[in-house]
């Protein structure tokens, strides 16, 4: 290879390298617990508001004065500065040496500026801080810090013990949206009693609008490991996120298929406008959508919309090339002779009065020999196709052959409190349908999920997403350190993380050996450490010391001979313990 490409082959590598870095850094990491009735401290604030900062909004101007448009700080700056929006520098930065040096630029004037903020409880210098160095006028910065001044007041209340009492004496409690701080600070005092959304408003015109952006990242992601669209994939819906982001996730489905949503009269969607292929400009993917428990009873209307979605776009005479959806139905109905409406069945959930796929619970009791039973309990779980009506009925042929067309299997993650190591259901879920998929298409699907947490909306591979979350919470000081200064609840965090991380081991074989070699070092081959772990909750040092051997005697980590035979020393003396035999 030649010097020159040689080092700009390099340079790239590093770019990479330093991107990933910069990732890490920039994450929003929980230091610790909620203590119920105790509002975020002054470094909690800052960040939390940094993030604020970070996205445009719509807001009330002033009490009833109506809503206006604030923008981003990072857009002001990135434009005073004379650069590309943000979102292009987000973008550009991971290929872009200049770029990246500019996005870091805007990013650490932003930071400086709501530090000042934050220190002075006022916004006069970092108003002017924005001005003097980024051109940014005072009468614009000034909207954003006074979004950001009522957020702040609103985080430093604490009703949540006062209503806890209120509600145990059967009073009123005031009631509030349901969402992450960052995607909607009006959830803001918490303490109130979350509401949901009116389901015919699902999903709204923000997301729909952020929903292409994140689908146009998705397939280019998939296009460009594979060299083609994907024909099926199997989307996972939530209830609860698509609350939080009033159907970020509907709207993605429907995005897939090259459809949005046509609003009546009442403004409900109760009906879907075809997008023209040409408008499109890709195919239309055929979309499996395994759906929640809660979600079914929460968005109905929803289920009958995206069932609707599906029986337009396979009705649509366009070639097979251009409609997976129609090209399957089509083959479904002329070559099994199957009626539309088992051709057509996309959305699966739960037997009505049933949630859960389960699979969790299956791994966290270790009642599974082979992998395939995994998948196998999410189709038993999930196999009740919904239709117009409302109705379900059982239909695991159905979903097994969607499912044995699947080539890649995707989430949404909207919250930057609640990841895919945090709690079990990501891997009941994404990791269900992904192993399901594995045994009935013969193949392991692509795995993605997105992150519409942080601006510029990221595609990331499982793989990548694990790494990630491992960095940033499992093996990182600052996490796992604020997780044990709550005692024995933190420890308990930690083993839920390491038994998390195991369940995507068990569904999707998605765990480097590393990230158990440095779990078993830091929290168990670390005398010191396993110590303080055994002091504070010694059932939850068991168990994590026991799911590392599960992850070895599974086959799942080759782990060296030397770490399992301290693994097992430390597990006889843990047993030990709790059955009084030693101190
Ligand atoms: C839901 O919001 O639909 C959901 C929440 C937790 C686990 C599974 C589903
Ligand atoms: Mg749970």
Excluded at 308 to 334: G, I, Q, T, W
Excluded at 508 to 532: G, N, P, S
Aim: net charge negative; glycine share 6%; with cysteine.
């Amino acid at each position: 290879m030649p010097e020159s490409s040689l080092k700009s082959s390099r340079d790239r590598r590093v770019l990479d390298l330093y991107d990933r870095v910069l990732e890490i850094e920039q994450r929003l990491i929980p230091t610790g617990l909620h203590v119920f009735g105790r509002a975020p401290g002054f470094r909690e604030i800052r960040s939390l508001l940094r993030m604020v900062a970070s996205f445009e909004r719509t807001t009330a101007v002033s009490a009833g004065a109506g809503r206006e448009t604030v923008k981003a700080l990072t857009d002001l700056v990135a434009e005073g500065l004379g650069l590309f929006d943000y979102a292009t520098l987000l973008k550009d930065s991971e290929v872009n040496e200049q770029r990246l040096q500019e996005r870091e630029r805007v990013e650490s004037l932003v930071s400086e500026a709501v530090d000042l903020f934050v220190a002075d409880r006022a916004f006069h210098r970092a108003a002017a801080h924005l001005q003097e160095r980024a051109n940014v006028t005072i009468e614009e910065s000034q909207r954003v810090f006074e979004v950001l001044a009522r957020v702040r007041t609103e985080l430093e209340k604490s009703d949540e013990l006062q209503s806890l009492c209120r509600a145990l004496r059967g009073r009123y409690i005031e009631p509030g949206p349901g969402a992450d701080i960052i995607q909607n600070p009006d959830v803001l005092p918490t303490g109130r009693n979350t509401h949901a959304v009116n389901p015919y408003t699902v999903p709204s015109t923000t997301a729909v609008k952020k929903a292409a952006p994140i689908v146009a990242a998705l397939l280019e992601r998939h296009r460009s490991e594979t060299g083609r669209y994907p024909e099926s994939m199997a989307m996972v819906l939530w209830g609860i996120d698509n609350i939080k982001t009033q159907g970020e996730a509907v709207a993605q489905a429907l995005n897939l298929m090259g459809v949005r949503p046509r609003r009546d009269s009442l403004n409900r969607a109760t009906d879907v406008d075809v997008i023209p292929i040409e408008d499109l400009g890709r195919p239309r993917i055929d979309v499996i959508m395994t759906v929640s428990g809660i979600f079914r009873d929460l968005f109905g209307a929803t289920m009958a919309l995206l069932d609707k979605a599906v029986r337009v776009v396979s009705a649509l005479d366009e070639p097979d090339d251009l409609n997976f959806v129609a090209k399957h139905v089509r083959a479904r109905m002329k070559d099994d002779g199957a009626s539309l409406e088992d051709a057509a069945a996309r959305v699966f959930s739960n037997a009505a009065g049933n949630y859960g796929a389960n699979v969790n619970f299956m791994v966290l009791d270790s009642q599974w020999r082979e992998s395939d039973e995994l998948g196998d309990l999410f189709v038993t779980r999930k196999c009740f196709a919904y239709g117009r009506g409302g109705d379900s009925r059982e239909a695991r042929a159905l979903l097994d052959r969607a499912l044995s067309r699947v080539e890649l299997t995707y989430q949404n993650i909207d919250s930057t409190e609640v990841g895919i190591t945090d709690v079990d259901h990501y891997f009941e879920y994404l990791g269900g349908v992904s192993k399901a998929v594995e045994k009935r298409s013969g193949a392991r699907p692509r795995v993605y999920l997105s992150d519409s947490t942080s601006p510029g909306a990221k595609v990331r591979t499982l793989e990548e997403t694990i790494k990630l979350e491992t960095r940033t919470k499992t093996l990182n000081p600052k996490w796992y350190e604020g997780m044990l200064s709550h005692g024995f609840s933190g420890v308990a965090e930690i083993e839920h993380h390491v038994t998390n991380t195991f369940g995507w081991s068990a569904t999707a074989d998605a765990v480097d050996k590393w990230i158990y070699d440095e779990v078993a070092q830091t929290f168990v081959l670390d005398e010191q450490m396993l110590a303080r772990l055994c002091e504070m909750n010694p059932h939850a040092a068991r168990a994590m010391v026991g799911r590392l051997l599960e992850a070895s005697g599974r086959g799942l980590w080759s782990a060296d001979e030397s770490v399992l035979s301290k693994l097992r020393e430390s597990f006889l003396g843990l047993e030990d313990r709790l059955e009084g035999v030693t101190a």
